[in-house]
């Protein structure tokens, strides 16, 4: 029963039983065209026959052992997500939260070592890092953040996409480090201007800061490359991993190199679940499976035909502020409040979402083609331009 659950959401009113590929049903039987992939999850799409055979394979052979032991494929996903990334040493976990907790941990031990008694992060105004105490006080959204005071403190925030503003806490001795996505999910699939990142990666190399980036979202092939922050050819120091990472089996990375590695010691940190070889396995898959079907160089393709859909059907529009993103990570901004579309587009069997209140959150699998793109573009045109029109009538009625 649904009221046995506690109200941390508001669930729309459906519920799916299978899905496949791009395609999920729900109870009664109706077909979805999923353009969400479960909060940019399921980049492979659904029950991908290799992923299913791997996780079922796993867990009829080994599930759990803990950390407590040697754990072979996660000393393999370790090397290929570190291969892949250009960094040197991994920790796995649970979630996207945890890996950001463990960056923040990483950032208080680098300030320790340099002498630094209360060590502050720099984060960004309109980021999300996480719901754990920790990542809510690094997220920059009062509204979430409302009713969870005291939050933790060592956080200072600046405007995102402003290395000017960074470059102010030069003269800061207390500063250790930068959390920053190089494009922000949940507020609102804002991409900065090309040399931001390498800007942040100077200041913190000429600071002795720790560069770090969340891309809980935008990584594992999201943007058109394995991670966002190689769009500019730069390495952080501490790369934080999820979602699409396990394709729905629960799996958080955190990646370091340089500055950031050898932080952690023997009992400083730790995970019971996280890494376990079901989960690695899992991760291992989505791996084989992306190189084996290039799925980064078609969320690049795909992501741009899709934008180009879009700017051909709203982008003569006034009411649409923006048609931005960067492979199959795309916004669409309205001039209003458009949380009704989710509902609109429902009916219409698409599922897609709204964030920070204006902005059309898409984000497609990976495996999506050309019908099933258009099916969206259509969709999402279809939905904002009558909404547009409606809402226009009844003001000029009013």
């Not at 803990?66 to 997500?81: D, F, K, V």
């Not at 396995?281 to 899709?306: K, N, P, S, T, W």
Request: charged content about 25%.
């Amino acid at each position: 029963m649904a009221d046995a659950l506690q109200t941390t959401y508001n669930r729309l009113p459906v519920a799916f039983e299978r899905g496949e590929g791009a395609w999920l049903w729900d109870t009664d039987g109706r077909r979805y065209l999923d353009a969400l992939s479960g909060i940019a999850v399921c980049g492979l799409g659904h029950s991908h026959p290799k992923i299913g055979c791997a996780i079922a394979h796993q867990a009829c052979t080994l599930i759990h052992t803990s950390n407590l032991y040697r754990i072979p494929l996660q000393e393999q996903l370790a090397r290929r997500l570190c291969a892949l990334a250009g960094m040197d040493q991994a920790f796995f976990c649970n979630s996207g939260a945890e890996a950001n907790e463990a960056a923040i941990k990483l950032a208080r031990l680098h300030g320790h070592r340099r002498g630094i008694d209360r060590p502050k992060v720099i984060v960004m105004e309109g980021s999300f890092h996480g719901r754990t105490l920790a990542t809510l006080s690094a997220t920059g959204n009062a509204r979430i953040q409302q009713g969870f005071e005291p939050l933790v403190e060592g956080f200072v925030r600046v405007p995102f996409g402003d290395s000017a503003a960074v470059a102010e806490y030069r003269n800061d001795p207390d500063v250790a480090a930068i959390l920053v996505e190089p494009i922000t999910g949940e507020g609102g699939i804002h991409i900065p201007r090309d040399g931001y990142l390498r800007d942040l990666r100077g200041l913190a190399s000429e600071n002795d800061w720790l560069l770090m980036l969340d891309e809980i979202q935008a990584g594992i092939g999201r943007t058109g490359r394995w991670f966002a922050f190689q769009h500019e050819e730069i390495l952080p120091d501490v790369l934080s991993l999820a979602k699409g990472l396990g394709n729905g089996v629960p799996i958080g990375a955190s990646l370091v190199s340089g500055r950031a590695m050898d932080l952690f010691t023997p009992g400083s940190h730790g995970t019971t679940f996280g890494g376990n070889p079901l989960a690695c396995r899992a991760a291992l898959a989505v791996l084989d499976v992306m190189q084996a079907e290039a799925l980064c160089e078609h969320a690049q393709a795909y992501g741009e035909q899709l934008r180009r859909l879009l700017e051909e059907r709203l982008g003569h529009r006034s009411e649409v502020v923006e048609i931005r993103g960067r492979g199959l990570m795309l916004g669409v901004e309205l001039d209003r409040p458009a949380g009704e579309l989710v509902h609109r587009a429902l009916d219409r069997g698409l599922l897609l979402n709204v964030t920070a209140e204006r902005v059309i959150r898409l984000l497609p699998p990976l495996i999506i083609n050309d019908a099933q793109l258009s099916e969206i573009a259509d969709t999402v045109a279809d939905i904002v331009l009558d909404f547009i029109t409606k809402e226009d009538k009844q003001r000029i009625t009013a």
